[in-house]
């Protein structure tokens, strides 16, 4: 991962350690991305929006905090702007578009975790990713998406709960 040598190559302004930081970092991050958003060009644009932050705001970057952790924080809270921004404009015109595209990340995710996430809507695959895979609680959740605990609660319950159906159905399917 990024070393502290990169990390204050980085707050010096050092062109290779952007470079460097953004091959270690960038797959892990995408695949992540791509996950929740189901589109690689979305995908792609809050991963590249969300290392522009970083490299501007890299002397706000704590000692303590690995440079990955704080990436993935800024991109997290970008994809939840984006989430909602999206909605804000699907409530407007009425409109959502409901095809799921299967992506496959080399050795990050296996083809059944890809498969069984497709069956959820971006923002319930945020909610469940950030609650499953990277362990926020409710409370932390709730916050990012200035709603309620019971906001998180229900989103995880009812995702859980598709998602064990669509994998009890798949068995009978193969």
Wanted: proline share 1%; glycine share 2%.
């Amino acid at each position: 991962m990024v070393t502290k040598d990169i990390v204050n190559a980085l707050k010096r302004g050092e062109s290779w350690a952007h470079r460097a930081s953004y091959d270690l970092c960038a797959p892990k991050l995408l695949a992540v991305l791509v996950q929740i958003f189901n589109d690689r060009h979305q995908a792609e644009d809050i991963l590249q929006e969300s290392f522009i932050a970083a490299f501007d705001k890299i002397n706000s970057l704590q000692e303590e905090m690995h440079f990955y952790s704080w990436l993935k924080r800024i991109a997290i809270n970008k994809s939840i702007r984006q989430l909602q921004s999206k909605r804000y404009q699907y409530e407007n015109e009425d409109l959502k578009d409901e095809h799921h595209v299967l992506v496959t990340s080399g050795d990050i995710f296996d083809n059944g975790i890809l498969q069984v996430f497709t069956y959820l809507d971006e923002q319930s695959k945020l909610v469940v990713w950030m609650y499953v895979v990277e362990e926020y609680n409710h409370y932390e959740i709730a916050a990012l998406f200035n709603k309620s605990v019971s906001f998180s609660k229900s989103i995880v319950s009812r995702s859980l709960a598709i998602l064990r159906e669509k994998c009890r159905l798949s068995d009978y399917v193969e």
